[in-house]
């Protein structure tokens, strides 16, 4: 029998350490770089961005004397530029702007930050929050929830698609990409800070062995990878599902629904060999199960809602202007419409004006005098009546020659 590897993983998770005051400094010039883009193209956006990066350089600057450039951090990194990268080739190959996905960064970064450390507080550290409220603040110590990050995920991509006036399912298919992205790159920067780690293998012959945690040996199961391998599963069968379905002519909704369908089923397995947190540890279910189970029903649903309604796909947002093929055809069509509406009209009018002038030269028209009988002697009358006359009938008078 094969023996299976026993595995010691002890990497350091910081690349280098950094002056704040630098590293502060970089931030916030970044940020002012953005807000006057941002005031320059009239992008409220960037203006956004640009004031958020100067508040967080003047914080780095005031409060951080140094800055660790973690792997976890870079690793975030890939997930916004890569993320982007997805997001762009889908809505352009949909028939959008290519400025639509980078006004959704804003969004999206907002979105994973604010929903993941949300998500951690109230699943798994809620008592730790209610003793030290500052805490919930300082994210760089760690504790964000990747369903968390898909609730804020959601929201954002609501208020991005509504402000655009883009079907929501629309936008959150061409997000799809997007997702299972991060949800393989996360992992990876879970690893590196040994965090997120397996269960105990129960005759410990085999596993992971992180000294960061266990200073002893303990052989865990490497719940990391499992989680890697299911983000690099999930992607590929997106792949696979979209040419599968005719990229766009797929049904809207169907790809966010096979993201769904795919990685919350997968978790329900992963979950199974991660270490219990926020439940007792002889729980039979994980938090991580608990919050798996619904989207994992809300995604095989959604393909049967996506694949009955049928309805197209396609992107097109009030930012967008129409071609000028369509503008001239548009404008042709509304002047047809409106000589037929005009014929229409002039027929109706003609055959009103018609029916008045009938109406007038009747009542214009001298009335037929009626026939008047000749005035006939009473006395005769009363003797034909009588009987004691006869009517002669009337000869006809002679020609002239």
Do not use: C
């Not at 391998?229 to 002519?249: I, N, P, Q, S």
């Not at 009588?386 to 020609?399: D, F, N, R, V």
């Amino acid at each position: 029998m094969l023996a299976l590897p026993i595995w010691k993983w002890d990497a350091d998770p910081v690349l280098f350490h950094w002056s704040g005051a630098i590293v502060g400094g970089i931030v916030a010039a970044l940020g002012a770089l953005m807000l006057a883009y941002g005031f320059l193209r009239k992008e409220r956006e960037q203006q956004l961005t640009g004031f958020i990066f100067g508040i967080a350089g003047a914080a780095i600057w005031l409060k951080l004397p140094t800055v660790e450039l973690r792997i976890y951090s870079m690793l975030f990194v890939v997930v916004f530029l890569g993320g982007h990268a997805l997001l762009n080739w889908q809505i352009k190959r949909g028939g959008g702007p290519a400025e639509a996905a980078g006004d959704f960064i804003v969004y999206g970064v907002l979105g994973v930050l604010i929903g993941a450390r949300l998500g951690h507080v109230i699943f798994y550290d809620w008592e730790k929050a209610l003793n030290d409220p500052i805490w919930i603040f300082k994210i760089w110590t760690g504790g964000l929830a990747s369903h968390g990050a898909v609730v804020g995920l959601i929201i954002a991509m609501y208020l991005f698609t509504k402000k655009r006036g883009v079907p929501f399912l629309e936008g959150a298919d061409r997000f799809a990409f997007s997702a299972a992205l991060g949800a393989t790159v996360v992992r990876i920067g879970n690893l590196f800070n040994s965090e997120i780690i397996g269960k105990k293998v129960p005759d410990q012959s085999w596993g992971m062995w992180f000294p960061r945690v266990d200073h002893e040996q303990i052989l865990r199961y490497p719940s990391q990878l499992y989680e890697i391998a299911l983000g690099t599963f999930v992607f590929v069968g997106l792949l696979v599902a979209d040419r599968a379905m005719g990229k766009e002519k797929r049904p809207r909704g169907a790809l966010i629904a096979w993201f769904f369908a795919l990685y919350f089923t997968g978790r329900l397995f992963t979950e199974r060999y991660k270490e219990i947190e926020a439940l007792p540890l002889d729980s039979a279910v994980s938090m991580g199960q608990y919050l798996s189970f619904l989207p994992a029903l809300l995604g095989w649903y959604g393909l049967y809602w996506a694949f009955k309604r049928k309805e197209p796909v396609g992107w097109f947002d009030n930012t967008m202007e129409l071609p000028e093929d369509a503008e001239e055809e548009e404008s042709d069509e509304d002047e047809d419409e409106e000589d037929e509406l005009d014929e229409a009209d002039s027929d109706a009018d003609e055959s009103d004006e018609d029916e008045d002038s009938d109406h007038e030269a009747e009542d214009e028209a001298p009335a037929k005098p009626a026939k008047k009988k000749a005035h006939a002697d009473p006395d005769v009358e009363a003797e034909f009546e009588a009987g004691k006359l006869k009517k002669q009938p009337i000869k006809p008078e002679p020609e002239e020659p």
